[in-house]
Every structure is written in C-alpha cells, then in structure tokens.
C-alpha cells in the first residue's frame, strides 16, 4: 500500500481518546469521507502519565499508530517521531494536531487541494483557529505586540506571521532543512520558533480561507493553566527572544512583560500570574 500524502501526529495529554475533541473529531471526518481517510497517516501520541488501549480498528482502513513514551518529551518529542516516519514513508507533509482542536471535512478537503501543487517556497499551510468566534492564530508578527490578520484574509501574508501548532501543515523537507523541531523547546513556544525559522530559511505560510475551533487555555489562564506551566511559557519565552531577537529584543521584552503584569494585577483574581510576570521582566538575562 503506497503512503498517504500527509502524516498527522495527534499528541494527547491526560486526555482518553474519548475525551478528546480532536480524536472525535477526526474519526468522524474519516468515517464519513473516504477520501480524507485516505489522505492521512495517523500517530497518536500519549504523553500521559499511563498508557491507554487503542483500538485501530475503530480508523477505517487507515494507516495508524499509538505511541505512549516512557517519558513526556512534550510536544518536541511528539513532532519529531512523527516527522521521521514522515521522512521514512517519504510523505512530503506533516499535521500536527493537539488534543482540542475540532475538525471539519471541509478542512481536510482545503488542506488537499492546498498540498497538491504548492509553490516550493510554501513551507507552511495553516487555517485560521478561533476560540468562541473570536480569532487567535494566525498573528502577523510586530515589533512591541504581534497583531491578527486583517478580516478575510487568506492566502500569503507579505509580512511574517506565527501561527500555533495545532492544524498546522509543514512541508517535510522544510522542516528537515531547518534541523527539525529543537528540543529545547520541548513545550511553549514551540510553534513560535518553527514559523520563525522556517520563514527565516526563505519560506513562505499559505494561509487558508478556512477557520476552526480551538481551545487555547491562555484564554483562561486561572482555571487551566497552573502557575508552574505558565513559568515554563515565560522561560520559552524568554529563549525565543534571545534566541531570535524577535519583537524588539530583551529590553522591549521586558516592556511587555510589564505591561501584561499590570494587565493582571488589574484583571486577575490571582495575582501570583502578575507577579510571576513581573519577576520576569526583571530578571537578568
């Protein structure tokens, strides 16, 4: 049986494949369309603390995998295993998918006809991902504070943009020319280091006419992400800047960071998140 065009990785967190609106989803999209089976590779990544059963003959005549590793590299690790099967199945994309993103066919069905004849310096495809209606991914990338898009924009930006990973396609080769996914950058700010460099390499990211939903839990940072996350998000963030003397470089980075501690103070009802950032911004580094 000759590969599919795209590999997908849908990496899971303490999250059962019932619970997760990805999975459900995404099953249900390749129950009912033959051809957006046909289209996928699947590898599902179990960064749980405990393994779960995967019954792969739930996937209709598909080519799946589950993995659970005997530690959680985090996304990093999750990416790259799928991006080596990629590369050993020779397919020339790769999905990547978290545990709360919810699917279309007509998503599919764009991301198909997108890949078919690209241009080569299309490294990137991605949909625009929105959380209640509202946008989050793609941001065009600014100097003090990155920005959405322009309203109804699709196709390729003039400017660079980031984008989130989840439902992001990357072309295999690009990412292989860039090192692959950097380990250290194991958790947050993945997704911004990759769009970065991959644009930094000459490439371009198509964007698709195309919005999905998606869960983003620094929308609700006091009821889903824990302080000891969110110091991880603010060390990642720390390294992208110095790494890539993105946004201004470190002294406008603890601009920002200022600002959003004085955005907490005012708006939360913890206030260890402002503080946390505070300390942040003055530390030295």
Known sequence: MSAPPIQCVV???????GESRTVLSLLQCCREDKDIADQLSILFYDNSPDAQEFD???????????????????LAAAYSEALAAAREQHIEWLLLLDQDTLLYPAFFHALSAATKSPPAEICAIVPKLVQEG???????????QNRYLPAG???????????????????????VDIG?????YWLDYLDHVVFYWLQAAGGKVLILDMAIEHRLSLKNMEAEMSLTRYANVLAAEWMFVRETRSGGGPLTHRLRLAKRAAVYILTMKNKDYAWQTLRAALQQH
């Not at 990496?11 to 494949?17: A, G, N, R």
């Not at 930006?157 to 080769?173: D, E, F, G, H």
């Not at 692959?180 to 250290?184: D, S, V």
Request: proline letters at 9%.
């Open 180 to 184: 692959g996914f950097p380990a250290k």
């Open 134 to 144: 509202k946008p989050i991914t793609p941001q065009v990338v600014a100097f003090f």
């Open 56 to 74: 792969a003959t739930a996937w209709p005549s598909m080519q799946t995998a589950y993995q659970h590793p005997a530690e959680n590299g985090g």
């Open 153 to 175: 924009f699709s196709g390729v930006y003039p400017t660079k943009i980031t984008a989130m990973n989840s439902a992001a396609c990357l072309r295999v080769q690009a990412m």
């Open 11 to 17: 990496v899971l967190y303490k999250c059962t494949f």
